[in-house]
């Protein structure tokens, strides 16, 4: 499972775009680039000339109120992290670039859910409804500046709502409706919207949910709030509420968003809030039209010829990157619900039956789906699907093998890495570019991204934290609330190497993962730097853990921790749960044992293995490790938030495991 799946080295077509860019860079700025590593190399040696070249390549002049400037200067005029600056006085808005595909044919975004219903909306109609929905929330009194929040579905109305707030200059902020109330209004109420858009409800799992007193409730919560613009039937008693197509129907004069500054807020995302707050991160219309239009047109080669389905949910910066699609010109697809309802098969369908070219799922979909017997390949007709993405965590090599046996032979596999703290991806796969099990192809254009030993050194070949050292467009431009920068800079730049950092020019972006680079300019990605086991001294990250547990057929998901004791003891339990029919005995627990001792470690062999009810995450997906860590080891002022957990009742299960742990 080391090989390269597809085999051979292949290159882009001449009409990629990474290769056209690629021409146009040489062509432009006397460069050589022959390969993949030296147009990266240059990209990050050179970033004001690599992000004008981006600027040019996709015409961005067209849409700003004054052409770029001459001279590095006008496109970073200070490189420093934190707070560099991007197209000083440039003045542009998200939204257009959208809208300069508005003469495209057919649907710009379809909608589905669980029962089969489908709805599109059509390139011709969108501009009109963007407009009319502008007007709306303009006559409510919202202009540059102003807060329009979301409690919704994975719906094209959402989509709808985002563009048009965004046109206006105002900021938008979504929270999907699997939230309770109360822990909606802590990420939202923060910010204290003018306008709130919501959902009468969705389906998920076979079963309606209703979300019209969620919504009300959300609503009364929400300080200053002038409107709220209900998408289905209206929450019982909520007074002035909007139905949604009432405010499509203001008439419009002529429409052309709002041109603002490059650093003017576009949107709101925010940290899972486990333990503390969650963190209001803030970016930029400029920063995200470039790195995204560079991300998923450049290195997933999407265009006007594509249909882009990444499932996902408003609470996931996943959302806004699948909406980039639109950037592109490629339509996109909604999905309201479950994943694996009615089985494993669903997603499948839909990219068979919407001729999806670009999906983009997780490890826990495509392990689902491996373990029930899939054969996505056989079963639908997937000719149109040309790449997979999977994001969400590290995707194992066997689930390489997988797709590759069981989907479509040699179909590329992009596994990225990102987050919410830059809206998109550090590292993934790119066109052209070989793919091998458990690999990122490469790190994308435009990112330094290194590997660092705990004394600032970069390293090839080794685990390290995963660092930035070059600005990024679509790094933060500020978070939420933190007027002198206090707790952004806390977040990436104050890392305590161990001995003076290699980088000459000031801070460095700490991302909080570990890392290996290879001598090919390819990732391993290996989990939290803040999760790591360390055992009898050896640092290992989760994720390899894993890899090779959750590889196991009667291993449905796996939870590994390191627990510090009294005296220096350590404690690494493995918490499992397992498919139906599947038993924890003695020989399934031999067979954990002898999997990570001869795939991976013999000092990393869990010192026990016991079946869980079920294993807590985010409500984005990722695995509650820090936290749960800390409550097995007894510390007192862990305080998870149980608004951010997709099982809270699972906290109390952990925590007794670790009260009845003997050291």
Same mark, same amino acid.
């Given at each position: &499972?080391?090989?390269?799946? *597809?085999? #051979?080295?292949?290159?882009?077509?001449?009409?990629?775009?990474?290769?056209?860019?690629?021409?146009?860079?040489?062509?432009?700025? !006397?460069?050589?680039?022959?390969?993949?590593? $030296?147009?990266?190399?240059?990209?990050?040696?050179?970033?004001?000339?690599?992000?004008?070249?981006?600027? /040019?390549?996709?015409?961005?002049?067209?849409?700003?109120?004054?052409?770029?400037?001459? #001279?590095?200067?006008?496109?970073?005029?200070?490189?420093? &992290?934190p707070?560099?600056?991007?197209?000083?006085?440039?003045?542009?808005n998200?939204?257009?670039?959208?809208?300069?595909?508005?003469?495209?044919?057919?649907?710009?975004?379809?909608?589905?859910?669980?029962?089969?219903?489908?709805?599109?909306?059509?390139?011709? /109609?969108?501009?009109?409804?963007?407009?009319?929905?502008?007007?709306?929330?303009? =006559?409510?009194?919202?202009?540059?500046?102003?807060?329009?929040?979301?409690? +919704?579905?994975?719906?094209?109305?959402?989509?709808?709502?985002?563009?048009?707030?965004?046109?206006?200059?105002?900021?938008?902020?979504?929270? !999907?409706?699997?939230?309770?109330?109360q822990?909606?209004?802590?990420?939202?109420?923060?910010?204290?919207?003018?306008?709130?858009?919501?959902?009468? #409800?969705?389906?998920? !799992? #076979?079963?309606?949910i209703?979300?019209?007193?969620?919504?009300?409730?959300?609503?009364? +919560?929400l300080?200053?709030?002038?409107?709220?613009?209900?998408?289905?039937?209206?929450?019982?008693?909520?007074? !002035?509420? %909007?139905?949604?197509?009432?405010?499509?129907?203001?008439?419009?004069?002529?429409?052309?968003? +709002?041109?603002?500054?490059?650093?003017?807020?576009?949107?709101?995302l925010?940290?899972?809030?486990?333990?503390?707050?969650?963190?209001?991160?803030?970016?930029?219309?400029?920063?995200?039209?470039v790195?995204?239009?560079?991300?998923? $047109?450049?290195?997933?080669?999407?265009?006007?010829?594509?249909?882009?389905?990444w499932?996902?949910?408003?609470?996931? &910066?996943?959302? =806004?990157?699948?909406?980039?699609?639109?950037?592109?010109?490629?339509?996109?697809?909604?999905?309201s619900?479950?994943?694996?309802?009615?089985?494993?098969?669903?997603?499948?369908? %839909?990219?068979a039956?919407?001729?999806?070219?670009?999906?983009?799922?997780?490890?826990?979909?495509?392990?689902?789906?491996?373990?029930?017997?899939?054969?996505?390949?056989?079963?639908?007709?997937?000719?149109?699907?040309?790449?997979?993405?999977?994001?969400?965590?590290?995707?194992?090599?066997?689930?390489?093998?997988?797709?590759?046996?069981?989907?479509?032979?040699?179909?590329?596999?992009?596994?990225?890495?990102?987050?919410?703290? %830059?809206?998109?991806?550090?590292?993934?796969?790119?066109?052209?570019?070989?793919?091998?099990?458990?690999?990122?192809?490469?790190?994308?254009?435009?990112? $330094?991204?290194?590997?660092?030993?705990?004394?600032?050194r970069?390293?090839?070949?080794?685990?390290? /934290? +995963?660092?930035?050292?070059?600005?990024?467009?679509?790094? *933060?431009?500020?978070?939420?609330?933190?007027? @002198?920068?206090?707790?952004?800079?806390?977040?990436?730049?104050?890392?305590?190497?161990?001995?003076?950092?290699?980088?000459?020019?000031? *801070?460095?972006?700490?991302?909080?993962?570990?890392?290996?680079?290879?001598?090919?300019?390819?990732?391993?990605?290996?989990?939290?730097? @803040?999760?790591?086991? =360390?055992?009898?001294?050896?640092?290992?990250?989760?994720?390899d853990?894993?890899?090779?547990? /959750?590889?196991?057929?009667?291993?449905?998901?796996?939870?590994v921790?390191?627990? @510090?004791? *009294?005296?220096?003891?350590?404690? &690494?339990?493995?918490?499992?749960?397992?498919?139906?029919?599947?038993?924890?005995?003695?020989?399934?627990?031999?067979?954990?044992?002898?999997?990570?001792?001869e795939?991976?470690?013999?000092?990393?062999?869990?010192?026990?293995? %016991?079946?869980?009810?079920?294993?807590?995450?985010?409500?984005?997906?990722?695995?509650?490790?820090?936290?749960?860590?800390?409550?097995?080891?007894?510390?007192?002022?862990? =305080?998870?938030?149980?608004?951010?957990?997709?099982?809270?009742?699972?906290?109390?299960?952990?925590?007794?495991?670790?009260?009845?742990?003997?050291?």
């Amino acid at each position: &499972m080391t090989g390269v799946v *597809p085999p #051979g080295d292949p290159a882009p077509t001449p009409d990629a775009a990474i290769e056209r860019f690629r021409r146009h860079v040489e062509e432009r700025f !006397g460069v050589t680039a022959t390969d993949y590593d $030296a147009l990266w190399s240059w990209s990050v040696r050179e970033p004001a000339r690599f992000w004008r070249a981006v600027w /040019e390549f996709f015409d961005l002049d067209e849409l700003a109120a004054e052409p770029l400037g001459e #001279g590095d200067e006008a496109v970073l005029a200070d490189a420093r &992290m934190p707070g560099a600056r991007w197209f000083p006085g440039v003045k542009l808005n998200y939204v257009a670039q959208v809208l300069r595909h508005a003469g495209l044919p057919g649907a710009a975004i379809v909608g589905l859910d669980e029962t089969g219903a489908r709805t599109e909306i059509a390139w011709s /109609e969108l501009p009109g409804m963007v407009a009319s929905l502008a007007a709306t929330l303009r =006559n409510l009194g919202v202009g540059p500046g102003d807060v329009v929040a979301a409690y +919704l579905p994975d719906i094209p109305e959402a989509v709808v709502a985002f563009l048009a707030t965004a046109s206006l200059g105002a900021i938008w902020s979504g929270c !999907g409706q699997d939230y309770a109330p109360q822990g909606a209004a802590g990420r939202l109420g923060q910010l204290r919207p003018k306008v709130l858009f919501s959902a009468a #409800g969705y389906r998920w !799992g #076979g079963k309606d949910i209703d979300k019209r007193a969620d919504s009300a409730e959300l609503a009364g +919560l929400l300080d200053g709030l002038v409107a709220h613009i209900t998408i289905g039937d209206a929450p019982a008693g909520a007074p !002035g509420a %909007i139905d949604f197509g009432e405010a499509l129907s203001t008439p419009t004069a002529e429409f052309s968003p +709002l041109a603002v500054d490059v650093d003017h807020p576009l949107w709101v995302l925010f940290s899972s809030g486990t333990t503390g707050r969650p963190k209001g991160i803030v970016h930029g219309h400029g920063g995200v039209v470039v790195e995204h239009l560079k991300a998923t $047109a450049l290195h997933g080669d999407l265009s006007s010829d594509d249909v882009f389905f990444w499932q996902t949910a408003l609470s996931w &910066m996943m959302w =806004n990157y699948q909406v980039a699609g639109l950037l592109c010109g490629a339509r996109i697809v909604c999905y309201s619900g479950s994943p694996l309802y009615p089985d494993a098969d669903r997603l499948w369908q %839909i990219v068979a039956d919407e001729k999806v070219t670009y999906f983009g799922t997780s490890p826990g979909q495509l392990q689902a789906s491996r373990k029930a017997g899939l054969e996505p390949g056989d079963q639908h007709d997937l000719s149109a699907l040309r790449t997979l993405g999977s994001t969400g965590s590290a995707l194992a090599p066997d689930l390489f093998v997988w797709v590759d046996e069981h989907v479509k032979k040699g179909l590329p596999i992009s596994s990225i890495s990102g987050g919410t703290d %830059i809206v998109s991806a550090f590292a993934g796969g790119s066109t052209g570019v070989p793919v091998v099990p458990g690999e990122l192809s490469v790190r994308y254009l435009g990112v $330094a991204l290194e590997s660092w030993s705990p004394d600032g050194r970069p390293q090839v070949g080794e685990v390290g /934290e +995963l660092v930035v050292t070059e600005p990024m467009p679509s790094m *933060p431009v500020s978070f939420w609330d933190d007027p @002198d920068g206090a707790r952004y800079r806390a977040a990436y730049f104050e890392h305590e190497w161990q001995g003076p950092t290699s980088h000459p020019d000031g *801070p460095v972006w700490r991302h909080g993962d570990w890392v290996t680079v290879t001598d090919r300019g390819s990732l391993v990605i290996h989990g939290r730097s @803040d999760a790591t086991l =360390n055992r009898h001294g050896i640092r290992m990250g989760s994720a390899d853990i894993y890899e090779v547990v /959750e590889s196991l057929d009667e291993v449905a998901e796996a939870f590994v921790l390191g627990v @510090d004791g *009294p005296d220096g003891k350590y404690w &690494m339990p493995l918490f499992v749960t397992l498919v139906p029919g599947a038993v924890l005995d003695d020989a399934l627990e031999k067979r954990i044992a002898s999997a990570v001792a001869e795939r991976l470690s013999r000092r990393h062999v869990p010192d026990e293995v %016991i079946e869980a009810p079920g294993i807590p995450h985010t409500r984005t997906g990722k695995k509650l490790e820090v936290p749960v860590t800390a409550i097995l080891a007894g510390r007192s002022e862990v =305080n998870v938030d149980p608004r951010s957990v997709d099982d809270y009742s699972l906290i109390e299960w952990y925590a007794e495991q670790g009260r009845s742990h003997r050291w």
